[in-house]
């Protein structure tokens, strides 16, 4: 392999260096975000390797506040080969002066596209300096709250929120000035029927489901109007639709066969039904499928999940809460989950106190892994420990999966702790193992707006 030309080895390089994007978890185009233990070890080699390597291994940089701004700058002007390897910048705050420092910087950063901005307070020039910056395409913001008059023609709003479908939206002005949104959240869309307005890179959205029975006539209009829509999602989260037997044409089937099953309706309940989008031509509801469920289930587990298996064979992500006593041997969970032959993606939710491996306990020796321990409980240590353990072992035994969203919580005397956040299953380089990364957070609502 080291005696291919350079230029192969690049292709070579490119081809393993990231994992496969999931939807569910962020924008697409920061799957560079992820790369595997393929093009770690690979850069591991030698010095030829190392250097073809390395712009994959610093394509994403994460910044914290406008003090990581100032070790960014520093760092690039000390590195130019690390500047350059930069494709995209995630940026959780920035401030004038920050945005003073980035907007000197951008001609050292000739290999940056995507630039992501969670807030920020700025003035004009650094979105006219982006603008003008030919390599950077997008420019994606979390809120218009400081947006400016420029020309938006390269900002994507990664999230909006509409409380009506045709009432006039605050940020109209800049979506006349060429924004687009990626995700778009939308209340009582029993109206969506009357109508809806295009919105320019639209890839999901996010339905906020009533006490209203929601037809889908305007799905045809939609999907035609939205070629790069691939997801919608239909969130009970009041349990007012669902559970009062409120239905929609994905599930009318899994709904009968569960009414037929004795007291089985009783044990669970639906709170977000996703479908995602198929490649047939033809314009209309078949063209959706169910590809995601999160369920709140307090027994029975074993009797919904084949239900569930055989109403939506094509389920790639599904997510549980548990509630009340029932407890499941993590063998036995595991067999529920192998029904599913396209999982990909599990959320875990509450399933710490309701999973088990007998009488033992195999993570109390394993809390030393814990990761940033002076900022956790010790309660929170332990569960975090215990949840690595449980999803090693799904990971190991269903090859599909490749990611575990984890949500758990608790209560110590007064104080309340917090253990959220999503792991990565890894293929470990020259053997069949599997391996899983990541850790939780402490930080309430951190992950709010990833969960599954």
């Not at 070790?71 to 401030?95: G, T």
């Amino acid at each position: 392999m080291l005696n291919l030309p350079e230029e192969l080895l690049h292709i070579v390089a490119g081809y393993i260096a990231y994992s496969l994007t999931f939807i569910e978890r962020e924008l697409p185009e920061f799957h560079y975000k992820y790369a595997t233990e393929e093009i770690r070890s690979l850069s591991l080699v030698c010095r030829r390797m190392r250097r073809i390597c390395l712009p994959f291994l610093l394509a994403f940089v994460r910044i914290e506040f406008d003090s990581g701004i100032t070790c960014f700058r520093d760092q690039c002007l000390a590195n130019p080969r690390f500047a350059e390897s930069i494709k995209a910048l995630h940026i959780s705050s920035i401030h004038l002066k920050g945005s003073d420092i980035l907007r000197q910087l951008l001609p050292r950063l000739p290999r940056l596209s995507w630039i992501h901005f969670e807030s920020f307070q700025s003035d004009v020039s650094l979105f006219i300096a982006l603008h003008c910056q030919v390599n950077v395409k997008t420019v994606v913001i979390e809120s218009v709250h400081h947006l400016t008059s420029s020309d938006a023609s390269k900002v994507l709003l990664h999230r909006g929120e509409i409380y009506h479908p045709h009432k006039k939206l605050l940020w109209e002005s800049h979506l006349s000035r060429g924004m687009q949104v990626a995700q778009l959240t939308i209340h009582q869309p029993h109206f969506l029927h009357e109508g809806f307005r295009r919105f320019s890179g639209l890839r999901e959205l996010d339905l906020i489901m009533g006490r209203r029975p929601v037809t889908l006539s305007w799905l045809p209009e939609i999907t035609s109007a939205h070629p790069q829509l691939q997801k919608i999602t239909f969130q009970d989260r009041f349990k007012h639709y669902f559970s009062r037997k409120l239905t929609l044409p994905f599930i009318s089937d899994f709904v009968d066969r569960v009414c037929r099953e004795d007291g089985l309706s009783d044990v669970f309940d639906l709170t977000r039904l996703v479908v995602s989008r198929n490649t047939l031509p033809k314009q209309s509801s078949e063209q959706w499928h169910v590809s995601g469920l999160k369920i709140v289930v307090r027994s029975a587990l074993d009797r919904i999940l084949p239900i569930i298996n055989s109403s939506f064979p094509n389920v790639s992500v599904l997510s549980l809460e548990f509630q009340a006593q029932a407890t499941y041997h993590i063998d036995n969970f595991i067999n529920m989950l192998l029904r599913f032959p396209s999982l990909k993606i599990v959320g875990l939710r509450h399933a710490f106190n309701h999973l088990h491996y007998g009488c033992r306990k195999p993570w109390t020796h394993q809390r030393v892994m814990v990761i940033n321990q002076s900022k956790k409980t010790p309660a929170a240590i332990m569960v975090e420990a215990g949840m690595f353990w449980y999803m090693t072992c799904i990971a190991q035994a269903i090859s599909s999966v490749e990611a575990f969203f984890v949500h758990e919580e608790g209560m110590i005397g007064c104080d309340d702790w917090t253990a959220v956040g999503w792991y990565t299953v890894q293929n470990v380089p020259e053997s069949r193992a599997r391996c899983v990364i990541g850790e939780l957070d402490s930080r309430k609502g951190f992950y709010k707006r990833c969960e599954i």
